[in-house]
């Protein structure tokens, strides 16, 4: 006792400077300086890899592999390795260089679907394409090819591996996490450190061959597949890398039709998300360009460029990413058909929305931030590092765009500074003829939320969207209710 309560009366004696010196809260109070009036976030924000992700935006799906030749969707996971018979060698380079000139800035590639077959030279299983009697077969490395070719081209890449594994006797045991799974997704790793996202399905087991048990294997993936190791793993080998589905940083939105929802925020799960949670999760849509399914089939055939462009409105135009699934043929391929729609989507894409008529109009907002950093000026100069901002407490503001010339317009695209956070959550848009009468355009669209991209065509359709336009003068944003003071860093009219 006499010890504590002499060690009470030093502490008591101890000057104020050392208490704060040995403080870990400390207790001086500073203020923090902010000349430039810089807005603070408003959480949840994206980390700076879901940023470079969500700035690809539109990418391709490449279902290629055992199912190509059997015809199947989702395998048993018992298919002689030698049913894999490419009757030509397998071409990513042809896959992407298509894709690309429909204005696709990346790909994803299957490595393993769920049948447990894999495209590349695995030590974790024999049940792998080079163990083939298929002469291409013996020359296949899906992985490899991909990678090298997307380095050519100046793609972004990423593939696909199944958690599940109908095919290795050691599903459902911690066995095939460790020894197989884990191993299969840092084998790919290998392949290169800039991957863009790794594609993680999420298929909780079901009936398969087993290695033999044929039998149906069903598990927790929230806590079998050891998601958070798995993620920190890759990310210290590949820094960029999205871990789609089960790898919790991105979400799938709820359909495979290339579509989601008009209002549509970047946190939540499904369609729309949800404003109030607390995560950042940006939506993905996956969706196929062809009839017959996610691998190639026979007789399928491939959905026209009008179609695909409607897709691209209807996803990345509403705060999501799109990646179209194109699947290779028995040759290792995409067929004619898919070449003449993919070429005809790009060229779509560069007319429609590839010339903006924005930087030509003098730009007025009713508010803006003091401190010289977000001016108007921000919206056009095509920088995604401006941006144009109101002052706190300001959650409403008009933007007008006026030309000295009439501008036939069909589309606006708006793009808020999302590193701080997702806030717009009502805007509407008006176009005027003469200066003096304005008149709302898209009444049908839900014009709420914003988020990294939206575009609204301003006739209303995205089926129809590119019809004779509209003959303005002007054209103005109103921003009708948001979080936080709005913040936005592109405003593009085509």
Not at 45 to 61: D, G, L
Not at 281 to 286: F, N, Q, T
Not at 340 to 357: C, H, I, N, V
Request: hydrophobic share 35%; proline share 4%; glycine share 10%.
């Amino acid at each position: 006792m006499k010890k504590l309560v002499m060690a009470c009366l030093l502490f008591a004696l101890l000057p104020r400077s050392a208490l704060i010196a040995q403080s870990s809260f400390g207790l001086v109070q500073q203020a923090l300086a902010n000349p430039q009036n810089e807005p603070r976030e408003v959480f949840p924000v994206p980390s700076e890899r879901q940023m470079k992700w969500q700035e690809t935006e539109f990418y391709a799906f490449f279902h290629y592999g055992m199912n190509t030749y059997t015809g199947q969707e989702w395998g048993n996971g018992d298919e002689n390795v030698n049913l894999f018979a490419p009757t030509a060698m397998p071409d990513p380079e042809q896959w992407l260089r298509l894709c690309k000139a429909a204005g696709m800035r990346g790909g994803i590639a299957v490595a393993k679907h769920h049948d447990g077959f894999c495209l590349w030279p695995t030590s974790t299983t024999d049940h792998h394409c080079q163990n083939a009697t298929n002469t291409f077969a013996k020359q296949t490395n899906i992985p490899y090819d991909f990678a090298r070719a997307a380095r050519k081209l100046g793609m972004k890449y990423g593939f696909y591996v199944s958690p599940w594994d109908c095919n290795s006797e050691y599903y459902g045991t911690d066995k095939y996490v460790t020894d197989v799974f884990l191993r299969q997704c840092f084998e790919l790793s290998q392949y290169g450190t800039d991957q863009f996202e790794m594609w993680l399905d999420g298929a909780n087991g079901g009936s398969g061959y087993y290695g033999g048990a044929n039998t149906t294997r069903s598990i927790d993936a929230d806590c079998y597949y050891d998601i958070p190791n798995l993620r920190d793993s890759i990310h210290r080998v590949c820094p960029d890398i999205i871990l789609w589905g089960l790898g919790g940083e991105a979400r799938w939105c709820g359909t495979e039709s290339g579509y989601t929802n008009e209002t549509t925020w970047s946190m939540g799960a499904g369609l729309t998300g949800s404003a109030t949670e607390w995560e950042w999760l940006p939506s993905e849509c996956d969706a196929k360009a062809t009839s017959g399914g996610w691998f190639y089939h026979d007789g399928e055939t491939t959905s026209d460029s009008e179609t695909l462009f409607k897709m691209y409105l209807e996803t990345v135009g509403r705060n999501a990413t799109l990646i179209l699934n194109v699947p290779p043929n028995k040759a290792g391929r995409l067929t004619d058909a898919d070449s003449t729609q993919l070429y005809a989507l790009g060229t779509k894409l560069r007319t429609r929305l590839g010339t903006d008529l924005a930087p030509q109009a003098t730009v007025h907002a009713s508010h803006t931030r003091s401190g010289g950093a977000y001016s108007t000026a921000n919206l056009t100069d095509g920088d995604k590092n401006t941006y144009w901002a109101t002052e706190d407490g300001q959650h409403t503001a008009d933007i007008t765009l006026l030309w000295d010339e009439p501008q036939t317009v069909h589309y606006v695209m708006l793009q808020e500074y999302i590193r701080k956070g997702q806030r717009v959550k009502g805007f509407m848009i008006e176009t005027t003829e003469d200066g003096i009468a304005w008149t709302q355009r898209a009444t049908n669209i839900q014009t709420t939320t914003i988020g990294y991209k939206r575009i609204i065509p301003l006739n209303g359709s995205t089926s129809d969207s590119y019809d004779g336009g509209f003959v303005v003068t002007g054209l103005r944003v109103r921003i009708t209710d948001s979080r936080a003071c709005p913040l936005l860093h592109t405003l593009s009219v085509f």
